[in-house]
């Protein structure tokens, strides 16, 4: 089965800039998660839908960082404007269900550098 | 959710048993233990997880304590794609629960 797609990749912007990273997740996956995982870290979560529904939000910082996913199946991070401590790598990933049941898979990341 | 302690680094040589430990001495009744690794450049994968019994399927075994107060993952015969880090979390039933991530343990196969 094809796994979860993020792009692009890399990203460079400067701060104060904006930009945006899409997530495909596995198809029939009701979970999406997003992920921050700054170098030398582990993941840390930002967002986690059910559906189109968010269900965990408490670790996004909603002044500068937004996350949607119409129709519950793809995904949009967004930040604006973009600061220096978010060069990271953002990781999207997916899940059957939210529950410890089901395992997660993990998209490659976009790692963000941000100048 | 319960916390993790995993050594920051192991060495293993290429085709012996790798041995990974864990501890989780505040665990509760209904947390489960996973484990996942992130190869250098790559978003994390699943391995493996347990509530009580010990696991096997064709990545790894995981072997829980009675007391469930540490685990270890086990790869059979590493080889040197199985270096990388390795990461132990325990995690609430409920679809409320997040993975807490801690920085894992970095496994070097050695040839």
């Known amino acids: 089965e094809a796994g979860v797609a993020q792009s692009p990749r890399y990203k460079i912007i400067e701060k104060r800039q904006s930009v945006a990273f899409w997530c495909n997740p596995i198809s029939g996956h009701a979970t999406l998660y997003w992920y921050q995982q700054i170098l030398g870290q582990g993941p840390k979560l930002l967002i986690q839908?059910?559906?189109?529904?968010?269900?965990?939000d408490s670790q996004l910082p909603k002044d500068r960082f937004s996350a949607e996913r119409l129709k519950g199946v793809d995904s949009t991070l967004k930040i604006q404007p973009a600061k220096l401590e978010d060069s990271a790598v953002y990781l999207c990933?997916?899940?059957?269900?939210?529950?410890?049941?089901?395992?997660?898979?993990f998209g490659p990341g976009t790692r963000l550098t941000v100048t | 959710d319960a916390k993790t302690t995993q050594p920051p680094s192991m060495d293993c040589a290429e085709g012996r048993a790798a041995n990974l430990p864990c501890n989780h001495s505040t665990i509760s009744g209904n947390e489960y233990v996973y484990w996942y690794r992130q190869i250098h450049s790559q978003g994390p994968q699943y391995i493996i997880h347990?509530?009580?019994?010990?696991e096997t399927n064709e990545m790894a075994s995981l072997i829980i304590t009675e007391d469930r107060k540490s685990s270890t993952l086990i790869l059979p015969h590493a080889t040197l794609r199985d270096t990388a880090v390795y990461y132990c979390?325990?995690?609430?039933?409920?679809?409320?629960?997040?993975?807490?991530w801690g920085a894992g343990t970095k496994l070097i196969i050695k040839p």
């Open positions: 347990g509530l009580k019994n010990n």
């Open positions: 839908f059910q559906n189109n529904g968010v269900v965990d």
């Open positions: 990933a997916s899940s059957l269900a939210g529950t410890a049941a089901y395992e997660q898979y």
């Open positions: 979390i325990v995690r609430g039933g409920g679809s409320n629960y997040q993975l807490i």
